[in-house]
């Protein structure tokens, strides 16, 4: 690929949330810093995905992951970009072949923060927690089945608004998401083990067409190793797990001396049972295979939810 200029840009395809926004900044910044490229040989090209059009309903009611996909994934395909950036956690585990992840940028802080109390052990009984996350509802009231789980939904600044205005007493966000948009001091980080996050927290992935050498060896120089590792794993449990956004489930793999250490909890929608497992990732031990210990071992109020 000849180097982009301003005439001919670099063409960064993201939603335009401000925490997308923030995202697709940095990823220009890496382009620009690992190639050298002038700073207006790469442009952002901003749309709305269906999924910031319906604010009311669950995702999971109203078409799941693929409404955050669906417009970057058009113009992807139509060489209108050459390259997306997505939260991986909002992305399909199972993509359509023409796409690639070429790229994942190094994970930020891939805890949850609580806001609007100290602790979960410190919220009043019977408190109003607002979250669109059956990940984040399940592991609430596994700890604590007293508390009230509200749907929340909406960008960030959105949700922070609707916890100021009294609409519920706490709520749950990503840690990555609140730093990458400036708010370093807003909640308290809870504790991986017991909050362990989302598959893919805190990770930006970058995709472009499979077919298109330029782009992809592009992005490619911007992949950090070891979190396209950890992400890979998070993602290939998940993707034996099988469910929807609807099945409430958490993993986290960590870089360790000795290799890739993967931990994976399921839940009941209601926070009633929880299965936990953790591997030591090598040719024996491989993501699909603790999620296939995970499903044995589970009750059927868990089991259920992965059966898709
Ligand atoms: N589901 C929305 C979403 N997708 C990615 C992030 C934050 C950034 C990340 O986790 O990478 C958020 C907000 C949140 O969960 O608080």
Redesign the pocket.
Known sequence: MPSPSSEQPFRIGTRASP?ALA?ATLTRDALIAVHGWAQDAVVLVPMIASGDRIQDRA?AEIGGKELWTRELDRALANGEIDCAVH????VETIRPAAFVIAAILE??D?R?RLIGAASIADLPRGARIGT??PRRAAQLLHARPDLDITLLRG??AT?LAKLDAGEVDAT???????D?LGMNDIGVALDIDTML??P?????GIEVLADNDGARAAVTAIDHDVTHRCVAAERALLAELGGDCRSPVAAHARMRARGIILTAHLYATDGSAMVSGEYMLDDDNTPAGLARDLLAEAPAAIRALFAG
């Open positions: 925490l995202q995702l939260s991986l956690k909002d994970r930020a891939p949850d669109a996350s960008n960030v949700r749950l966000l990503a840690a990555a998401g609140l990458r996050p989302a893919s927290q805190g990770a930006i």
